[in-house]
């Protein structure tokens, strides 16, 4: 009948578990971007990220801009990503620090004093400074074990509003920990990024095929293995490579 509305047939969030690694990109996700680009003149070589000491350079996607990285036969494909954001990957970003959590990012509290002026936002500063027009959103492992997690939706929800005002497109990462007990940290994340119809990086996913999780066993809960960030980078890429295909950027 006309005028019914089309059916929403997206995977629920309470089913982020099934979800897959690497994200499929939307339409919409392709008109953040290029409004980005073309209206307000965001660097669309330009990959970035926000995140606690996971999100380093040193651990998360640095390699690709060092001749120490390799891959298989099969994955050659994804140099085209790595050719297209060379010089982002192992550069500084000012909303990266470790201990950093959804809120903090948020706050001037936590901005680089001698790069930020005063009164900027740890995120605000990223965004004035290298002007990304991608950014991977790393965020939860901080969170306050026993806290409750209602708010963090609201919290995630202001990071990625903050980001499609400047014409950031946002990849949402899922964790490897469980910090607050019932992985409903996941679970918000892919909320949020359903909602906003933007992509889902699953690495939960992908850590269940590394041993303890993708958790370091000599440490926190929290912190991840080595392997795991060997398979976080190799995901992230393949992530990074279904955004450049659907933008046609090679």
């Not at 609201?154 to 992985?183: C, F, M, W």
């Not at 041993?211 to 370091?216: A, E, K, Q």
């Amino acid at each position: 009948m006309p005028g019914l509305p089309t059916p929403d047939n997206r995977p629920l969030a309470a089913n982020w578990r099934q979800w897959p690694i690497v994200p499929e990109i939307s339409d919409t996700a392709a008109d953040i971007y290029w409004y980005g680009v073309k209206e307000l003149g965001t660097d669309p070589h330009y990959l970035s990220r926000i995140g606690d000491c996971h999100s380093e350079p040193g651990v998360f996607m640095g390699i690709y801009d060092t001749d120490f990285y390799s891959l298989s036969d099969e994955d050659q494909y994804l140099t085209a990503a790595i050719d297209f954001f060379k010089g982002s990957f192992d550069r500084i970003s000012y909303s990266v620090h470790a201990g950093m959590s959804v809120a903090s990012v948020m706050t001037a509290i936590w901005a680089d004093p001698y790069s930020c002026p005063n009164g900027e936002t740890a995120l605000e500063c990223e965004i004035r400074i290298n002007n990304p027009s991608i950014m991977f959103v790393n965020l939860g492992s901080n969170w306050i074990p026993g806290a409750g997690t209602d708010i963090y939706y609201d919290y995630l929800s202001d990071i990625v509003r903050t980001l499609l005002d400047h014409g950031i497109l946002p990849i949402l990462s899922s964790k490897a920990d469980n910090v607050e007990g019932d992985y409903s940290i996941n679970e918000i994340t892919a909320q949020v990024a359903r909602d906003f119809d933007i992509p889902f990086f699953n690495f939960w996913a992908a850590a269940q095929y590394i041993p303890n999780g993708g958790l370091d066993p000599e440490k926190d809960g929290i912190h991840l293995s080595v392997e795991a960030w060997n398979w976080r980078n190799y995901y992230a890429l393949r992530t990074l490579f279904n955004v450049g295909r659907k933008l046609e950027l090679f």
